[in-house]
């Protein structure tokens, strides 16, 4: 059967099961756009190609298929540059089609000409260019096993606009053949052996779990260990719902803006079980006073990460599930665990003595933002998926959400790529219609974004924005405020500037602003009412409130600060817990 | 300065080496030197680099390398186990009165002659680096005005019942 490329590539796409992709055309991608046009793929036109790019990383986080976008050449190849580039830090599935100038202007400055597979290489997993129409189906085949497997990851494919109009024998293979790329997914089990000992003899274990276990839909296997051995779990910013929130053994986040309990209990430990984490410098604080008393198992799918920040005194390379699958049973087989009463009991008592907690407002003071994505998720179905910007307002929501189902949360972890909440949300919407998608956003990232609201209420995906808009580039003015003597410098967007319930309705949303607490359950009530369009919700939130616990960038975690002033930590002696 | 050599197979694919270098450069590893040359297999080329072992730990820069899905194998090859060769072309002045001295050093390390001019004589020179190395600090004196030198290659030495590569652990676990 003849087909042209641009026919081959629509229904290559097809083969691979994609059911929807985000784009937006231009010269070199239009012959692409013609046979989409007869295809069973829908594809939803975004206003900036950035957008196209967040939106397939949405659909992908919560349906664990690989978002697909599709842009034009030069600008628009650039333009996804930034979402590349996030996909790659959270190592989400992801494949990106570009279009090309013409196999013989390649070289020679032509217009929208730019050496995409150039740019991209050092933030996708792979790319490739592809210059004979023969070998779409392959590179697509290809792309997507590298995207969804091992490690997943961005990879981009760029096709030259003579390609997509040549004609080609339509084939389509019935495997793929990449001599370099093998992932190790079973554990190695003389090492899954050695693991089982070291936590069946650890008295102060945590479980570190990261992003991967997401990936590798690992949730059920992780909270088999956890009950087997009772140890407890933090969950990183990408793991946040992995390990619920509501179980007796979850302390929550740890980090840079963890809780005192998870932050500290790393640090006492004398066992750290990490399963697909990267030891993060937000997660570690200064690397050489991170958990200095812990034995390291570390599991990962990419053996690069191991002994990459931290070496591990068992690792073990695999697909967390497998592996921890493996794991719970050479546990079971390992015996008796030690007795960690007295460790489960510090830990209750932490938890006891330094929750997380907020001043509440004044009377007639402005509203805490805190205190709103509280009455959010109170008022939101538990299953609702959460979507945030990077910022404040990323971090109130990872500390007060209660996150007990695994993909509820879509988030940009290692880039922190601001402007992400809007087009993610509207991804995270398409991949999961039955779900509630509330994005909670700052002003500052708003601005960035925004316009893909317009993209949501013509294809009516009813996502629910909130912004917390205290008129500040909120995280900045905290860093100034605390560690550049309060010399504010740039970092003030104002309230009113834009008016954002008008710049809302103009893009056909329906739009409230919220200024004194009465207001925040009822607007939260009618945001969840409206189904048929997006809704923006304007909270006017305290400008000085700032993010705490803190650990000071480049600080041990030993000096976290729980509000200002308080460091508890400093005064526990090291390994004399149990 | 300690040194390792890493013989690279990758794909025969245009802009392999530019994924392998560019992941030097992005992750702030130092090439001393770099070979690049198609293997007996047509699908494969050899990417032979001796990157400085102290920019980085071998294992995270050949398990980062390894993360490439062009690169099909990475042996690490110790300097103490492997038979290291590079080739040297320079351009020497070697005027009536010089021109013997030159003949004599090329003589000497067992080099080439392979262009001879009216005042200048172009040499070749095969051998470990360091004899290299050597050679140029002799020729210098006399006026190096052209020098070129390809980079190392390096297979494993012969060693009966032994491995000979050390396989470098990554994707196999």
């Not at chain 1, 260019?129 to 590179?139: E, G, K, S, W």
Request: aromatic fraction near 6%; charged fraction near 25%; charge should be negative.
């Amino acid at each position: 059967m003849k087909l042209t490329g641009a026919q081959a590539l629509i229904k290559s796409l097809e083969m691979e099961g994609v059911d929807v992709m985000f784009g937006l055309p231009g010269g070199c991608i239009l012959p692409a756009y013609d046979p989409l046009l007869d295809s069973t793929i829908r594809h939803i036109l975004v206003r900036h190609e950035q957008g196209a790019g967040h939106m397939a990383e949405g659909y992908a986080h919560v349906t664990g298929r690989p978002g697909v976008a599709m842009v034009t050449s030069g600008p628009a190849a650039t333009n996804l540059v930034t979402p590349l580039c996030d996909a790659y830090m959270d190592s989400i599935p992801v494949v990106a089609i570009t279009g090309q100038v013409p196999r013989a202007a390649i070289g020679t400055d032509a217009f929208q000409e730019c050496d995409t597979v150039g740019i991209t290489r050092p933030v996708t997993k792979h790319n490739e260019l592809v210059m004979d129409p023969d070998d779409i189906p392959r590179i697509i085949r290809e792309a997507f096993h590298i995207a969804t497997t091992g490690r997943p990851g961005p990879v981009l494919v760029d096709v030259p606009k003579d390609v997509l109009t040549s004609e080609m024998d339509w084939y389509w293979p019935d495997a793929v053949d990449l001599p370099g790329y093998r992932p190790t997914l079973k554990g190695h089990p003389r090492m899954i052996k050695e693991a089982a000992a070291l936590i069946a003899a650890s008295r102060r274990p945590v479980i570190y779990a990261g992003g991967g276990i997401l990936k590798a839909r690992a949730a059920e296997a992780l909270r088999a260990l956890a009950d087997l051995t009772g140890i407890p779990v933090v969950t990183t910013l990408m793991a946040r719902g992995a390990f619920p929130d509501s179980h007796p053994l979850c302390l929550g986040m740890p980090g840079m803006h963890g809780n005192f309990t998870a932050v500290t209990a790393m640090q006492h430990a004398d066992l750290l079980i990490a399963l697909g984490t990267r030891f993060d410098d937000r997660v570690t604080g200064r690397v050489g006073t991170f958990a200095p008393d812990a034995k390291v198992i570390h599991v990962d799918v990419d053996p690069a990460e191991l002994g990459k920040v931290r070496r591990p005194d068992v690792p073990i390379v695999g697909d967390c599930r497998q592996v921890i699958e493996e794991l719970v049973a050479a546990v079971r087989d390992a015996g008796a665990q030690a007795d960690r009463t007295e460790w489960i009991a510090t830990l209750r008592r932490w938890q006891a003595e330094y929750p997380l907690e907020y001043e509440t407002a004044d009377e007639g003071g402005p509203l805490k933002p805190q205190m709103v994505i509280e009455a959010l998720r109170d008022a939101c179905p538990p299953d609702t998926i959460l979507a945030s910007g990077v910022g404040q307002h990323q971090m109130w929501a990872s500390q007060y959400w209660r996150f007990d189902h695994p993909y509820t949360w879509v988030n940009s972890g290692g880039l922190g790529t601001m402007g992400f909440a809007v087009p993610a949300a509207i991804g995270a919407k398409v991949g999961r219609p039955d779900r509630t998608v509330w994005a909670v956003d700052g002003d500052g990232c708003f601005q960035m974004t925004a316009q893909e609201l317009a993209t949501a209420s013509s294809e009516r995906i009813p996502v629910k924005i909130a912004i917390l808009n205290n008129a500040y580039l909120g995280m900045v003015r905290q860093w100034q405020e605390m560690f550049y003597d309060e010399r504010y410098s740039e970092v003030y967007l104002s309230p009113d500037l834009p008016d954002y319930v008008k710049w809302a309705e103009a893009m056909g949303c329906v739009a409230l602003r919220v200024e004194s607490p009465e207001e925040v359950a009822p607007a939260i009530e009618k945001a969840n009412q409206v189904d048929d369009r997006p809704v923006v919700v304007e909270f006017r939130t305290d400008s000085s409130e700032k993010v705490f616990p803190m650990v000071p960038a480049g600080a041990s975690n030993d000096d976290v600060i729980t509000a200002p002033g308080v460091t508890p930590a400093r005064d526990l002696p090291h390994g004399t817990r149990a | 300065m300690s040194h390792h050599t890493l013989t690279v197979l990758v794909e025969n694919k245009s802009g392999v080496l530019a994924r392998v270098s560019g992941l030097f450069s992005r992750r702030g590893y130092n090439i001393e030197s770099l070979a690049v040359a198609p293997t007996d297999d047509e699908r494969f080329s050899r990417i032979t680099i001796v990157v400085d072992a102290e920019t980085a730990p071998i294992e995270q820069i050949t398990k980062q390398l390894f993360k490439l899905i062009s690169v099909v194998k990475i042996s690490e090859l110790e300097p103490s186990a492997a038979v290291e060769r590079e080739l040297l072309l320079a351009t020497v002045r070697a005027d009536p009165q010089t021109r013997s001295q030159v003949i004599e050093l090329v003589g000497v390390f067992e080099g080439k002659i392979i262009d001879v001019g009216s005042d200048a004589l172009t040499v070749m020179l095969a051998g470990q680096p360091t004899k290299l190395d050597d050679f140029e600090d002799l020729l210098r004196p006399f006026g190096i005005t052209d020098i070129q030198r390809t980079g190392r290659v390096a297979l494993p030495r012969l060693e009966r019942n032994t491995p000979r590569l050390r396989s470098v652990k990554g994707k196999v676990g």
